[in-house]
């Protein structure tokens, strides 16, 4: 039986690593984990607090791990930058108060930050004490894009784990060995989940969201057709569909208050409330760059086109469509629809609100592909 650690998808220096380091029970109380979007940072984060909560250390089938895996054991704490700069002075105070309250569970709290890249001057003064001397039944793990862009105050403080960037290509293979799936959808899958393999795995378990792709998809090669009403209708029912998976999430935060309310005090009620309102605005986010990833990797296979390399096509199953779009537009305007994509991305990471950016990001990539005359 594979433990949590073989969870940790194309890092096996990562793997073996924090492996050794829990069966010899060399953890430390700080680490920092490096690397781009899309190297399983947060995967590996996850697997090692159920390592540790663990009595055997990570064995992946009992019911902390599961409870881990699931995202839903209380003495395991995921935070992301609330502010629209990053973290907030107030967001740090209120992670520094919650560690030095006793686990809920397990017997001790693994407190996982996610871009602490984003932590500015501030913010990261009011968490200095904590990450020197964390309360012994703490550790605390961070996670950042470089190990440049985190303060050297919080890098000295921490044991720096680095990952690699696994490329799209690799990510893709591995895909294909966990889930049996099919070499091309694997690729699409990848690139639909901005390099994932993890977000990689649901995407290819959901009918639901390989039908939302087809929209995307739809949409996109319509918008040369399109007058500016289409546009918006399409841009809204976008909006709709992207929120669809978030019922599922509320429903399941509803029934799991409901199963826990008689026996759990208020105080931990009031944090599963904050940890759910917190995993509903980051699976939001999630599902409106879902659709800027679709975008941009329908666009790029337009591009590939343009420029004679029919062959890199990775949605193949809309070839026809990438076609007719390629041969009505050129490489220099494909880029521009490319640039106003990560613009949009950009937006929507630092909090813009995803309807306004994606009325606009359909009006800007028309207008990029084919100019400012009114659409054929
Ligand atoms: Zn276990």
């Known amino acids: 039986m594979a433990d949590v650690f073989d969870q940790i998808f194309g890092q096996p220096r990562v793997r073996e690593f924090l492996r050794a380091s829990v069966a010899t029970e060399h953890v430390t109380h700080a680490y920092l984990f490096t690397g781009p979007a899309g190297s399983n940072k947060t995967q590996a984060a996850y697997a090692l607090a159920a390592a540790l909560l663990c009595k055997d250390g990570g064995c992946n089938a009992c019911d902390t791990c599961q409870k881990v895996a699931r995202r839903k054991h209380p003495d395991v704490r995921y935070y992301a930058p609330e502010g629209a700069g990053g973290y907030l002075v107030d967001q740090v105070r209120e992670i520094v108060a919650d560690a030095s309250l006793a686990p809920i569970q397990a017997d001790r709290k693994i407190y996982i930050l996610d871009r602490v890249d984003l932590l500015g001057t501030s913010a990261a003064n009011a968490f200095l004490k904590t990450l020197e001397e964390p309360p012994a039944d703490v550790v605390l793990v961070l996670m950042g894009r470089t190990r440049e862009s985190v303060l050297p105050t919080i890098v000295s403080r921490c044991s720096v784990v680095p990952f690699r960037h696994i490329p799209a290509s690799e990510a893709a293979a591995i895909l294909c060995q966990r889930t049996g799936a099919d070499p091309d959808l694997a690729k699409i899958a990848i690139e639909a989940c901005g390099g994932s393999i993890t977000r990689g795995i649901e995407f290819l378990k959901s009918n639901e969201r390989l039908a939302f792709r087809k929209r995307v998809l739809e949409v996109l090669a319509n918008i040369g057709h399109a007058d500016m009403w289409d546009t918006l209708t399409q841009a809204s029912e976008l909006v709709v569909l992207a929120k669809a998976p978030l019922d599922t999430v509320r429903a399941a935060h509803e029934a799991q208050l ?90 929507i990471s630092y909090n813009v609100s995803p309807e306004t950016c994606l009325d606009a990001l359909l009006f800007e990539i028309g207008e990029a592909l084919y100019g400012s005359h009114s659409p054929r």
């Open 258 to 347: 409901a199963e826990n309310a008689d026996f759990l005090e208020r105080s931990a009620i009031r944090q599963i409330e904050a940890r759910n309102k917190r995993e509903l605005s980051a699976k939001s986010l999630e599902s409106f760059r879902q659709i800027t990833a679709i975008t941009a990797s329908f666009l790029r296979d337009v591009l590939a086109v343009c420029s004679g390399a029919g062959e890199l096509v990775i949605n193949h199953d809309v070839r026809a469509d990438i076609e007719e779009v390629a041969a009505r537009t050129d490489e220099a305007r494909v880029a521009k629809a490319l640039d106003a994509v990560r613009k949009c991305d950009d937006a």
